[in-house]
């Protein structure tokens, strides 16, 4: 008789020489926190970010670490522009001191054509787009009292002005109003870092209109979003801009398509707030974006396990399209099956309430760049953008860029043109605010950790490109401290960068998110005094 060979976990097998690397290489990852001199590869229990150890990152030089800021204090920084409700016109103490596309009348689902026309906003306020343009000196960082200092967002053409104006709706009340912003990124934002703070600074400061569009699948592991859960079955398939891609470039408004023939596929998600909160408490309209398509199957949805509505998305022409369920406020469970008979393709869910207040959709993959925006299929876009119907588009990338120390300046910005382009032809009037990278820092010949040299020429070309193609510009990398930043950051107690030198701790993303806050509520004390200060001038005999 034959015997059977033994099995790959007996003891002569295990310390066979595959065994013995897989068995050292376990050993020294448990051993590497408690190892000195290797703090770069160090897990950091408050690094969301940094999920996998950059092993191949050179160790940060010993120094003595200094204190971190305080934490960031949400009452102190909503209270930020106060005045500006009562009419104040003081510059110095400004900062010290609609129905959705989709929707039936009768709240059911709309699965036909929308009105794309009525969704554009024709009027672009006199802006001048340039080839070339003179920038002016940059600004200079303020120290406040708000625990952050203000570093002013550069708005030449105060191409701003629609989303302050849809603030100023908001903060005055108006029945169903909604100033949404549209922020797109790349790994600092995948798992709703920086976004989940300016979110909630502004839904404290102007009113909670719900969580916003979230996508339908997870693209990563880490993908989350803030006071949200979401879970789904096994078997879809998901397609992103990033990889694996999709032929016809229809990717939905985030830049990820989830898709399925199978029947009894599910998507569930559920606002889940933290203990004694409010925020992201409740919903009382949820909206489905997926792609019509020949050929195409069908889903039900419901809430709360109440009656499914049933939706078909075959049809002769591909197009967007937006189903939606109106429910009273109130913390639901919302469920999406398929039912079979062909592909279903689902982009993602909207959230919201009727406001007012303010939505803040977080729209960040993993290793993504801005050219790769370029991946959508233009028309495709235009559609998702134009169904969004937001007041401020944010383009918040730089990190991956700056991986290759090489970068060709003159390639980069044609392609950030390009993308400014696109957003252009989509939406016309729209607020755009190119948002630039952090600090990046690496050691220079003598083993000093310096900035990485292409990080400046990032945030050079994204500020040019903004001043001539009529954006606004936000530099983090100058609001964080400039040159060396990084190592600073990371050298602080308890950290503010992590052991990558490149991602921030979940508590230097919540600076980050706390500092674009008040450089936006700046901009917004400017725009009301100033409007002000015109009218009174109008008024005058």
Not at 257 to 270: L, S
Not at 412 to 423: C, N, P, S, T
Not at 522 to 531: L, Q, T
Request: proline residues 8%.
């Amino acid at each position: 008789m034959i015997e059977a060979p033994s099995p790959a976990s007996s003891p002569a097998q295990l310390w066979s020489k595959t065994g013995r690397v897989v068995w050292l290489s376990v050993l020294l990852g448990l051993a590497v926190p408690f190892l000195p001199g290797l703090d770069a590869l160090h897990w950091l229990p408050d690094d969301a970010m940094t999920l996998v150890p950059k092993a191949f990152r050179p160790a940060p030089p010993d120094a003595i670490e200094v204190e971190a800021p305080a934490e960031i204090d949400d009452r102190v920084l909503v209270g930020i522009g106060a005045g500006v409700r009562a009419g104040a016109a003081d510059e110095d103490e400004a900062l010290v001191g609609a129905r959705p596309t989709g929707a039936t009348a009768d709240g059911g689902v709309d699965a036909g054509a929308e009105d794309e026309d009525a969704a554009v906003d024709e009027e672009e306020e006199g802006l001048v787009v340039e080839s070339e343009v003179k920038l002016p000196e940059p600004p200079t960082p303020r120290e406040t009292s708000l625990g952050v200092p203000l570093y002013p967002i550069e708005d030449p053409q105060h191409v701003l002005r629609r989303f302050f104006t849809s603030l100023e709706r908001v903060e005055r009340g108006s029945p169903d109003a909604i100033a949404r912003v549209v922020h797109y990124g790349d790994s600092l934002i995948t798992g709703d870092y920086v976004t989940q703070t300016v979110r909630r600074l502004m839904q404290k400061r102007f009113g909670d209109a719900g969580h916003g569009f979230v996508l339908a699948g997870r693209p990563s592991p880490w993908y989350r979003r803030d006071n949200l859960e979401l879970h789904t079955s096994d078997d879809w398939e998901i397609n992103r801009i990033t990889r694996p891609p999709i032929k016809d470039g229809a990717y939905g408004l985030g830049g990820v398509t989830v898709h399925t023939t199978r029947r009894g596929q599910w998507v569930t998600m559920n606002p889940a707030p933290e203990e004694g909160g409010d925020l992201g408490a409740t919903v009382a309209k949820m909206q489905v974006h997926y792609l019509a398509q020949p050929g195409g199957g069908a889903f039900e949805m419901d809430v709360d396990d109440g009656p499914p509505v049933k939706v078909g998305t075959e049809t002769d022409e591909p197009a967007s399209r937006v189903a939606e369920i109106l429910v009273p406020d109130g913390a639901h469970t919302f469920k999406l099956r398929t039912l079979g008979a062909g592909e279903v393709r689902l982009f993602g869910v909207v959230f919201e309430r009727m406001g007012p207040g303010v939505v803040y959709d977080s729209l960040g993959l993993d290793g993504s760049r801005a050219k790769l925006l370029r991946r959508f299929n233009p028309e495709h876009w235009y559609q998702q953008l134009r169904q969004r119907r937001p007041d401020l588009v944010i383009l918040h990338y730089g990190t991956n860029e700056s991986q290759a120390a090489r970068m060709s300046s003159k390639r980069y910005r044609a392609d950030l043109q390009e993308i400014v382009g696109h957003l252009r032809a989509a939406l016309p009037g729209v607020s755009c605010l190119l948002v630039g990278p952090m600090d990046r820092a690496e050691p220079d010949e003598s083993g000093k950790l310096v900035t990485r040299p292409v990080v400046k020429r990032i945030v050079a070309v994204q500020r040019e490109v903004a001043y001539a193609q009529g954006c606004a510009f936000w530099n983090t990398w100058a609001a964080m401290g400039g040159e060396g930043s990084m190592a600073r950051w990371y050298r602080m107690k308890p950290k503010l960068a992590g052991g990558d030198l490149t991602h921030p701790t979940r508590r230097g993303a919540d600076r980050i998110g706390a500092m674009l806050f008040v450089a936006l509520m700046d901009g917004y004390a400017h725009h009301v005094s100033a409007r002000i200060g015109e009218s009174m001038i109008q008024m005058a005999p």
